[in-house]
């Protein structure tokens, strides 16, 4: 991933400005690491910490500074995948790693950019729409790191292993375990432009709004799963809803309690999804996985705490 220099960068000292260069990339690895971009900016910041706690001589010691910034930030990860399923085993409810605006979008009638720094912006690409995440959530943690850095970000094995402390070999063979997994939760399919599904999730919406079972019934693929996340901040399915036609119909339930709430087409991690806004305010972002034309998969994030990146 080739990091463009800033504005301004030229007229810092060389060691300051590589330091700055480096951040964007650090943060887009972290947070395809953990799912979470609140998490990832704590381990960018940890990461800056322990580079500004050395001394000038270790500093000027490092023969690469992006080298030896990716390789902490890896490590920090690492040790958070490992403590992150003990976690989620106490999260209230299903977890759904934090969605992303895109951020040419407008929020609140102002540009995003404006409220973003461009340094902390995740570039998104197919690694980070919400299918991709999910799977990736099936990984053990060793297996995501050495996929994520090889297949993603396209280190070398031989540098992937002197950032996690294994062998060359060793971060081979869970790259290729990790491939297996994801071939096994979804074969290979041809890339659909992202117009043609807008296209279905503006049908899906229009027949949301009118609560119309049947055409809802048709859009859902018959195996369609939701997934929501309140956190237990607010109310959110605990347990998946499996079925077209339960969903179908659990969908409609909600529409019923949902008074004045406005549903917007926007684009969540790099693909076409829809928020939903009550007074103005985001209450809700919605990702979907479309195969064949059809939705598979819908994942509903309420948890006010993941919802940050859209109400800045």
Known sequence: MTIQPGPGDDL??????????????????????????????????????RWYAMSRERQEAVESVGGWLTTVATRICLNLLGSARARREQYVGQWIPEPLPEPTERLDGALATAAVDPADRVTLDESVNMAFLVLLESMTPAERVAFVLHDVFRYSFTEVAEMVGRSPAACRQLASSARRRLRGARPPARPVPADQDAGVVRNFKQAWEAKDIGALIAILDPAA??????????????????????????????????T??????????????????????????????????????IWGVLNPEKLRPWTT
């Open 225 to 258: 799963t939701a997934v929501g996340d309140g956190g237990g901040r607010v109310t959110a399915s605990r347990h998946p809803i499996e079925g077209g036609e339960r969903v179908a119909h659990f969908l409609v339930a909600i529409a019923d309690k949902a």
């Open 12 to 49: 810092l000292e060389p060691s300051l400005a590589a330091l700055i260069g480096e951040r964007r990339r650090l943060i887009n690895l972290a947070y395809r690491l953990l799912g979470s971009l609140s998490e990832a900016e704590d381990v960018v910041q940890e990461t800056y910490v």
């Open 260 to 297: 004045d709430v406005v549903f917007v087409e926007r684009t969540v991690n790099g693909r076409p999804g829809l928020v939903a806004e009550h007074g103005g305010a985001t209450v809700a972002v919605y990702a979907f996985d479309i195969v064949g034309g059809r939705i598979k998969h």
